[in-house]
DNA sequence: TTGTCATTCTAACGATTATTAGAGTGCTGG
DNA sequence: CCAGCACTCTAATAATCGTTAGAATGACAA
């Protein structure tokens, strides 16, 4: 065996790697499982997408050995393999926004603009937090909270903070933060708590750039599992179309070709 | 423009990087160019391909912004787009090291079998280099040497080691090095060493992990350009055929289609 | 057992991508 | 100017990938 073939061998390994982030979907996923472990349904109602084309995307990744799974019930739960994937997602992120002009364009307009993002830094932010001088709000849903959140933050998920605005203090800054910098739910909050005239701001940072700028976790003792979350959504949804589509759709999969 | 449109627009750009990544032999230039800026001819060379096929791999991480190029007369000169592209390879390869059992085996068979593998660790290595208590040994060509380095190494190119075995001393441990953990040449360097009696081991790690860990590096004053490792190279192969490769080359492709 | 639900597998398509050949561009030395 | 060299562009092929539909699996409940 010479050389020129072992080193093919190497390369073409780390390059399963990178076919596995060359696709939108599939970042997206690694983005959704770096908040905590999730069902197939329920990543495919975040990503926007088919459960199929969500299940196929999944394989992929499966078979680059970037998540794993295990079945409860059921259903099938898909987390990252480790650590280092989230760190990997990131770290493509970062490169991405620094070399890509039309990126850092899109980013600034759509989720970054300067007037939304809290202007102190993440130690002293920490540091406010601890002395109670600013609160911190993590607007995920709840599940994505207890598997991992900044310390001192509170939870209160997008979908509840409207009727939850009176927990909220209006003399304090409220800093909000949600998935990452690509997470659109941070400027949605931030837009209704400003419109209720409360001092709000958020950072860019999510778990994941929490994690891998080496700065510390917390996590809620464990109790919710992604399993509530996906049999909760699930039957808001069948509540939604009183369980017609369902059938429907049973009825059309059976149907002959025309 | 709605949330999901948005997002998509975000990841497709991230994309752009994971997609560039995706090939191996992409993957090899970015590791080979992490040594240094180098012409599309040597870069073709080292990577065992075609200059047409190098220049198509090159255009592509040109448009996903990871290299730039210059012109320098009739030579072409490609280098990373920044620091961070290095970074990122390094963090490819890691979590494909982590994740893919394949990849372990055929590394440790390979390339990083334990016997050949110096088992103090970098502090300490750079602390015996300084107390020259210990020889580290640079055996990548001289311009990546030139390009940067580990300090308190000395530049003995895999090439010329075998006529300039006498400026090593046999008392000393010597630690080799080259362009990082899938790079042969250490190896061949170490089988070499210890046939001719020197007490020689390696460590994996290149100036990109030595980089991305934070540590310092050297580089020469400049002098030597990559032109003329160029300019040397093909001197050297139209000597060793006589010139004749590349007229038939040319005869051949101007010749009609039979 | 049968039915239901969550998920995966198989097969197929259209869209990309890798690779190669041939022609073309830009630089340099005569 | 021309010839020669380094490299890139264009076009064409074969291979791979993303996406979808339909069938199949595996767990559970009646």
């Given at each position: 065996m010479d050389s020129r073939s072992i080193k093919d061998l190497l390369y073409e390994q780390v390059s399963r790697i990178g076919k596995a982030v060359s696709s939108p979907k599939r970042l997206e996923l690694i983005e959704l499982l770096s908040q905590g472990e999730k069902t197939v349904e329920t990543l495919a109602r975040q990503l926007s997408a088919d459960v199929k084309l969500t299940s196929a995307h999944l394989r992929t990744l499966k078979e680059a050995r970037l998540v794993v799974f295990r079945r409860e019930g059921p259903y099938v739960i898909y987390r990252l393999a480790g650590d280092d994937v989230a760190g990997l997602w990131v770290n493509l992120r970062q490169v991405a926004e620094a070399n890509l002009a039309e990126l850092q364009v899109a980013v600034q307009r759509m989720v970054a603009h300067p007037d939304k993002l809290?202007?102190?830094?993440c130690a002293e932010l920490m540091a406010k937090a601890r002395r109670q001088e600013v609160v911190v709000v993590d607007v995920r849903p709840a599940e994505e909270f207890d598997a991992a959140h900044l310390p001192f933050a509170r939870s209160m998920p997008l979908a509840e903070i409207r009727k939850r605005l009176?927990?909220?203090?209006?003399?304090l800054e409220i800093v909000a933060y949600c998935r990452?910098?690509?997470?659109?739910m941070s400027d949605e909050a931030l837009t209704l708590l400003r419109k209720h005239g409360y001092r709000a701001s958020k950072i860019r940072e999510g778990v994941s750039e929490w994690q891998a700028a080496g700065l510390p976790l917390e996590q809620a003792a464990p109790?919710?599992?992604p399993v509530k979350e996906a049999v909760a959504a699930s039957k808001q949804q069948r509540s939604r179309n009183g369980g017609a589509t369902r059938r429907l759709e049973s009825v059309a999969n059976h149907m002959p070709k025309s």
């Open positions: 809290s202007r102190i830094g009176s927990e909220l203090p209006k003399d990452g910098p690509f997470c659109l109790g919710r599992s």
